[in-house]
């Protein structure tokens, strides 16, 4: 217990003190704020505890994080059941499972947050390929180096570990920053 506390905290320490990466944290708000605000929507896709992630963090967006203010237009590609078990069912094209989506639903200049800790996940790096193709603004939140994800994203925000639980811990603390500084922008 005390080694995952303290493995915790050296990382949200270097993340902390790492400017770079509060200023992609800082462009991947403005990206998805500027979308918002001109009535484009936010798609999210992750698998496992990254899907659980997106649904928690859309979720924030369309109800409220700390005010109630109008509603914003997010999806988490992760909630339709019939689609997720038809597709895998009649096709077994697993990897085409959230691009298949983002090819219904996604318009030029929506965003995609397309979340792997591997950065690997052949079904998250598809859904990245096709916002690019539509013209949608994607930001990745990876971790180690990023995996095959990097390059993909317009910010991209690779948390420096390779274990999955606290690179995870740290796509929800940033998922939070991101979305209380988009609300914070739908307030004034």
Known sequence: MKNAFSESRTLISTLE??????????DAAKIMTTALKANKKILWCGNGGSAADCQHLS????????HVRPALASISLTTDTSFLTAWIND????????SRQVDAL?????????I??????????EAAK???NIGMHCVVLSGNNGGKLKGLGDVELIVPS???????????????????????????
């Open 17 to 26: 003190q790492d400017h770079v990466f509060q200023q992609k944290i800082n």
């Open 130 to 132: 096709e916002a690019n």
């Open 116 to 125: 792997s800790t591997s950065g690997n996940s052949s079904n998250i790096i």
């Open 59 to 66: 979720a924030e967006l369309v109800a409220k994080l700390n």
């Open 162 to 188: 390779e274990n999955t639980q606290r690179i995870q811990e740290m796509h929800i603390i940033i998922g939070h920053i991101l979305c209380e500084e988009i609300e914070n922008a739908f307030l004034k």
């Open 106 to 114: 996604g318009n030029e200049d929506d965003v995609l947050v397309a």
């Open 91 to 98: 096709t077994n094209r697993s990897d085409e499972l959230f």
